[in-house]
């Protein structure tokens, strides 16, 4: 019933105003899950992102812009799919760890993330971040296998910033290398995950 937004996985639906006493028009902003539906955002109308004009899309484009949020929408359903069988294996198995989780960020935070690293946050993550925005542990122990954590923004924003200064020294170094013998560790490209443990700050995993 929605049209996608800007947002990944965010879909948007008009409410007119007219229908109920004293209120204006409302843009709901929600995402459609197979046995649920979860409202992220309710704004006026007016304060809502207009649609693109088709006029102004260049010729050949207009299939491509349709077809990125609807498999953006997919991608958010499979995401949400494979964490509500990791949250269900935790609630039934390891009931701290499912407690230690974090609720969901909201798009404005991961908006603002996506500012801060510079870099477009892929649909996947952004998915992930909306139902969990990180792990608080569980008498020390990290959500995942292996004592793993998932990161929380402000921990994925001050790893990328130490990832990348590290990769910056490298990279300074690298210019008096030969070039089969330079080293690249980090790439701006990379965002920052699992942490190999909740104490963990130094050694991640990411999304390429």
């Not at 843009?27 to 088709?54: F, L, T």
């Not at 290398?177 to 690249?184: A, F, L, S, V, Y």
């Not at 990379?190 to 104490?199: E, H, K, R, S, T």
Request: glycine share 8%; with cysteine; hydrophobic share 40%.
């Amino acid at each position: 019933m929605g049209r996608p937004s800007s947002l990944p996985g965010i879909l948007t639906v008009m409410v007119d105003g007219e229908l109920f006493e004293d209120c204006p028009d409302l843009a709901v902003g929600y995402i459609r899950e197979p046995d649920r539906i979860q409202i992220r955002s309710v704004n006026r109308a007016s304060d809502a992102e207009p649609a693109a004009d088709a006029q102004d899309e260049e010729p050949g484009h207009e299939h491509e812009a349709s077809a990125e949020p609807a498999a953006n929408t997919v991608t958010v359903r499979e995401v949400a799919d494979a964490w509500r069988r990791v949250t269900g294996w935790l609630q039934r198995n390891a009931s701290d760890s499912y407690a230690a989780l974090r609720a969901g960020a909201s798009p404005a935070a991961i908006a603002a993330l996506e500012e801060d690293l510079g870099i477009r946050i892929p649909a996947e993550l952004s998915a992930l971040w909306l139902l969990s925005a990180g792990d608080d542990e569980a008498n020390g122990w990290g959500c995942l296998p292996g004592n793993k954590a998932l990161m929380t923004l402000d921990a994925v924003a001050a790893a990328y910033r130490l990832k990348t200064e590290a990769q910056a020294d490298d990279e300074a170094r690298n210019a008096d290398r030969p070039e089969d013998e330079r080293i690249t560790v980090w790439k701006a490209t990379w965002i920052p995950v699992v942490a190999l443990g909740p104490a963990d700050s130094t050694t991640c995993g990411g999304r390429r």
